[in-house]
């Protein structure tokens, strides 16, 4: 590995410490015990604590803000480049078919990992379908390894033009240190929240966006209503989409059973105080919120679509559903809700699950695999 040193790059300054920073906290320890040079290049200024956590790794942190044109990121990057003697630049966030493959490579770098993160489904069919793929081949030329974060992402991938040899599915992962059971956890949220021992407490966290359907929970609540199941719904997250969403559930009249929380610094202590974890996403890439709950060993209820067929393990760390249909949420939540035993079984298994595939450790060690790989051509 001598010679080699990594510039990894991100299109956005996190505002909070989430499981991502703690990937990338790892990953530079990693590369550090290695005696490697990670230099992480943000697209905006990060929290001074964050910028200094990240530096306690050994890492190097900078801000490149891309949208101050290619020309100035071009300008800003070689500098760094030569400052550190870069080699290989992991991308991380940016849109495939934006230019920074192309301004990375033209600053001398070698070797180029893009890391496609972002959710959604490929629809484009007949001229449209064929121009696309055309600008995703010619955008990705640079890239010499593409990280998928799932099979459906890879899939999504080939769909828009990507070569299915140039793409290797790496999972994300989170921290046990961090995410893991708390049995106090549920007892504080009840006192806060004046909620009944006979209430099941069903959680949500997730930017309030349309592919993430959130009207659908609301809708199920109202459906759980009728049939006198009794939950609460904690939805935390932010987002255009929440006033209207309160005023669906007044309109609905459950907005008794819904508490909106906004934007959670940290979801770990609701995700611990939770009976069952629900996402109903279509095109989801990989929903780390996922692994964080059932790591805190909490079922899952959520879209039989997307990423998360390969994270929730269907009958056995929760229930996959119809897609956008309200009343099959309303049944997976009820079929958990009424039994507790079951809830208790399948959250034992998420937390193998978790074990066996969505640690931040086999993360960094699948990364760091694919830079080996790269290196030793």
């Given at each position: 590995?001598?010679?080699?040193?990594?510039?990894?790059?991100?299109?956005?300054?996190?505002?909070?410490?989430?499981?991502?920073?703690?990937?990338?906290?790892?990953?530079?320890?990693?590369?550090?015990?290695?005696?490697?040079?990670?230099?992480?290049?943000?697209?905006?200024?990060?929290?001074?604590?964050?910028?200094?956590?990240?530096?306690?790794?050994?890492?190097?942190?900078?801000?490149?803000?891309?949208?101050?044109?290619?020309?100035?990121?071009?300008?800003?990057?070689?500098?760094?480049v030569k400052k550190f003697s870069i080699t290989t630049a992991h991308i991380i966030f940016f849109d495939y078919f934006s230019a920074v493959p192309w301004v990375t490579r033209l600053t001398g770098v070698r070797h180029i990992i893009y890391e496609m993160q972002n959710s959604g489904m490929f629809r484009a069919t007949s001229w449209r379908k064929t121009l696309l793929q055309f600008r995703t081949k010619l955008t990705t030329a640079p890239v010499t390894r593409v990280i998928a974060i799932s099979e459906f992402v890879k899939e999504q991938l080939v769909k828009g033009g990507i070569a299915d040899d140039k793409i290797i599915v790496r999972y994300l992962g989170v921290d046990f240190k961090r995410f893991a059971p708390n049995p106090y956890a549920r007892q504080r949220l009840a006192r806060e929240f004046d909620v009944r021992d006979n209430e099941v407490v069903v959680s949500t966290v997730s930017y309030l966006r349309p592919f993430k359907n959130p009207q659908v929970l609301v809708r199920a609540c109202k459906e759980l209503a009728t049939r006198q199941v009794p939950v609460r719904l904690f939805v935390a997250g932010g987002g255009d989409m929440l006033p209207g969403l309160q005023e669906l559930s007044r309109q609905l009249g459950v907005d008794d059973r819904i508490h909106w929380l906004g934007n959670v610094?940290?979801?770990?202590?609701?995700?611990?105080?939770?009976?069952?974890?629900?996402?109903?996403?279509?095109?989801?890439?990989?929903?780390?919120?996922?692994?964080?709950?059932?790591?805190?060993?909490?079922?899952?209820?959520?879209?039989?679509?997307?990423?998360?067929?390969?994270?929730?393990?269907?009958?056995?760390?929760?229930?996959?559903?119809?897609?956008?249909?309200?009343?099959?949420?309303?049944?997976?939540?009820?079929?958990?809700?009424?039994?507790?035993?079951?809830?208790?079984?399948?959250?034992?298994?998420?937390?193998?699950?978790?074990?066996?595939?969505?640690?931040?450790?086999?993360?960094?060690?699948?990364?760091?695999?694919?830079?080996?790989?790269?290196?030793?051509?």
């Open positions: 590995m001598s010679g080699q040193n990594i510039a990894i790059l991100l299109d956005a300054a996190p505002s909070t410490w989430t499981s991502q920073q703690d990937q990338h906290s790892k990953l530079c320890e990693a590369l550090v015990e290695r005696g490697l040079q990670p230099v992480l290049v943000f697209s905006d200024t990060i929290p001074p604590a964050i910028a200094a956590r990240l530096q306690s790794t050994g890492a190097q942190v900078a801000a490149i803000n891309y949208g101050q044109g290619c020309s100035t990121y071009f300008r800003e990057l070689q500098g760094l610094d940290d979801p770990t202590s609701l995700l611990q105080a939770s009976d069952i974890f629900v996402l109903a996403s279509v095109g989801e890439a990989f929903g780390l919120v996922l692994a964080e709950a059932m790591a805190c060993g909490v079922p899952i209820v959520g879209s039989r679509s997307g990423s998360l067929v390969e994270v929730v393990a269907d009958g056995q760390t929760g229930l996959l559903v119809t897609p956008l249909d309200t009343g099959s949420f309303a049944d997976g939540i009820e079929d958990l809700a009424r039994d507790g035993d079951l809830r208790r079984r399948m959250g034992m298994r998420a937390i193998e699950r978790v074990l066996e595939r969505f640690t931040v450790e086999k993360a960094v060690e699948g990364t760091i695999r694919i830079y080996e790989a790269l290196w030793d051509r």
